[in-house]
């Protein structure tokens, strides 16, 4: 079982900055492909970002040039850092590690951008 904790979110204003974490249990981390994904109220959930062992990227179009994934392979942690955060940021932030199988999931954070 692989347990995953994200922490980081919270109320900011348009414009500003959030660094979400995820804290992954598990022995071989190095080896896990991790993703952000977002949902927002109404919405289906949708990708923003993903991360495979090496450290290869990919990011959904609204967020490229404005978020940024990293790993600590050494932390068992994944990052995601947003800025120039809008409205329509607005939304639970989940965790996620697609690769290997099964996905696992983290319980999600709250980020609201608003004035």
């Known amino acids: 079982q692989v347990q995953l904790v994200e922490s980081g979110g919270g109320l900011v204003q348009p414009g500003g900055s959030l660094r979400l974490s995820c804290a992954v249990s598990?022995?071989?981390?190095?080896?896990?492909?991790m993703g952000w994904y977002r949902q927002a109220p109404g919405k289906q959930r949708e990708l923003v970002a993903t991360?495979?062992?090496?450290?290869?990227?990919t990011y959904a179009d609204s967020a490229k040039g404005r978020f940024t994934i990293s790993r600590d392979n050494a932390k068992n942690t994944v990052y995601l850092q947003m800025n120039s955060l809008k409205p329509e940021d607005t939304a639970v932030y989940y965790c996620?590690?697609?690769?290997?199988?099964?996905?696992?999931w983290g319980q999600g954070t709250q980020v609201t951008v608003s004035s």
């Open positions: 996620t590690r697609y690769y290997p199988l099964p996905q696992y």
């Open positions: 991360i495979a062992s090496g450290d290869i990227t």
């Open positions: 598990g022995t071989f981390f190095s080896i896990y492909a």
